[in-house]
């Protein structure tokens, strides 16, 4: 099983940035399909991110497509969330998540490896 640790979450006010990092161990990301997925206080863990693996392929949520852009860094072993023009609405817990399994990429139950999440908090 890969190991996940995220890192770079913070407060911010609106419309500035972050960038997220996800690193793994124990497993190489270009040998996993990659995601992140947010969560905020009273609701259900939510798809944002992911890539497929060995190649660039990215998909989106739509409220953060043109704002977000996720990377794979394969020297680092890692996989980044740059997040541009944040909102209050970003507000959320983010999690990273590996899988190996085919399928939607945006279904929560696809991914079996999850790191502890890193929390992003926008101020208005």
């Known amino acids: 099983q890969v190991q996940l640790v995220e890192s770079g979450g913070g407060l911010v006010q609106v419309g500035n940035s972050l960038r997220l990092s996800c690193i793994a161990s124990g497993g190489a990301v270009d040998n996993y399909r990659m995601a992140w997925f947010r969560q905020a206080p009273g609701k259900e863990r939510e798809f944002v991110a992911a890539?497929?693996?060995?190649?660039?392929?990215?998909y989106y949520e739509d409220s953060v497509k043109g704002r977000f852009t996720i990377s794979r860094n394969n020297a680092k072993n890692s996989v980044t969330l740059q997040m541009n023009s944040l909102k209050p609405e970003d507000t959320a817990l983010y999690y990273c998540?590996?899988?190996?399994?085919?399928?939607?990429?945006?279904?929560?139950?696809?991914?079996?490896?999850w790191g502890q999440g890193t929390q992003v908090t926008v101020s208005s």
């Open positions: 890539i497929e693996w060995a190649i660039t392929l990215t």
């Open positions: 998540g590996a899988t190996r399994q085919y399928g939607d990429l945006k279904i929560v139950s696809k991914f079996n490896n």
